[in-house]
């Protein structure tokens, strides 16, 4: 198993890769040519789960249209994805933490209007959530979100404006507040005691996973259920994780970006790659990388991997993601409010 350093530089150097290509001018990524390349921009903590699903998505394409398809993959926080592909940064898709991240592009002409709707279970082939993971025999007694706030511990977790993983923990510990009865001023002061216990505000789920993991810093790390897997796994025992009793239920969505499929002639292959992850090989291979499929068939079968906790969903703490993120997270949010950089 490679350590999470060797896949980090691998990453990287994926990335550059990617965004090298898909920079180049008089690219040749046509249907005509038998050889297809597609860049799919996506999370932080999607790494290893598109290192598995392109390689089974090459294979099936070639046998289905006797074409040869190539993907070049991008990561980085969510919110900084969907910059960067407003931007140029030229994704055939997209594979981003929320729709707000993929609405983003829209509003700019890149995506269609309704694209939410044109693939199944509304664009989620998966779905996730925020859970904790801590250190060996979790010292500081952590279980749930209340007793992320004692004095003296140190929290793991990313700019909630610049990372899907950073505003879904936001929404999660606001939530855990306001659904047990709490009032909107409790959950203010539980967001800021908690962001007052953040030794580091990263950008990206994966700079907090090395923050917590390599550099050693913190207590206790607020990340998406697969990156806690990962983290543990890799760990070989020097970390825990623990399921919190209630967290939000994720939901990034997927979708090709019509104008750069269109002008680079790429739409059918970009199309097959994402329905490629409704089939069963693809709902299979989610699972093992611990994202919660989106087909009950295949949750059912790893029912042992993923434990029991309430999700709640975005319309139990605002009308909608948007209105979510413009309470919480934008300018003048409940956020800006309440830290203050160190």
């Not at 793991?156 to 510990?173: E, M």
Request: aromatic share 10%; charged share 25%; net charge neutral.
């Amino acid at each position: 198993m490679k350590s999470i350093g060797s896949v980090l530089l691998s990453a990287l150097l994926v990335t550059a890769c990617s965004a090298s290509s898909a920079n180049t001018s008089g690219d040749s990524r046509t249907e005509g040519a038998r050889s297809i390349e597609l860049l799919n921009v996506s999370y932080d903590a999607t790494r290893e789960l598109w290192r598995d699903i392109n390689a089974n998505f090459i294979s099936s394409y070639k046998k289905q249209t006797g074409n040869n398809v190539s993907i070049k993959q991008s990561h980085a926080g969510s919110s900084t994805q969907a910059r960067a592909v407003i931007d140029g940064l030229e994704a055939d898709v997209v594979t981003i933490a929320s729709v707000i991240d993929a609405d983003a592009i829209r509003q700019k002409g890149l995506i269609k209007n309704g694209w939410i709707d044109r693939l199944p279970q509304r664009s989620l082939p998966y779905y996730s959530t925020i859970v904790f993971v801590v250190r060996k025999g979790n010292p500081k007694g952590i279980k749930d979100w209340t007793d992320l706030v004692k004095p003296g511990i140190q929290i793991i977790t990313p700019n909630p404006k610049t990372s899907g993983n950073g505003y879904l923990s936001f929404f999660s510990a606001w939530g855990s507040v306001v659904l047990r009865g709490g009032s909107r001023e409790d959950a203010i002061n539980f967001i800021t005691k908690l962001y007052k216990q953040v030794p580091v505000l990263d950008s990206g789920a994966r700079a907090a996973t090395t923050t917590f993991v390599q550099r050693g810093i913190g207590d206790v790390h607020l990340a998406w259920e697969n990156e806690a897997h990962f983290e543990v796994r890799e760990a070989k025992g020097e970390l825990e994780l623990v399921y919190p009793p209630i967290s939000i239920r994720a939901e990034p969505h997927v979708t090709v970006v019509d104008a750069n499929v269109d002008r680079r002639n790429t739409r059918a292959a970009a199309e097959a790659y994402l329905n490629y992850l409704y089939t069963d090989d693809a709902q299979d291979t989610i699972a093992k990388h611990y994202y919660r499929p989106s087909n009950e068939v295949f949750l059912k079968k790893h029912a042992a991997t993923f434990s029991e906790m309430r999700f709640f969903n975005i319309t139990e703490i605002a009308k909608d993601y948007f209105d979510a993120h413009k309470q919480f997270i934008a300018e003048g949010g409940v956020f800006d409010s309440i830290y203050k950089p160190k």
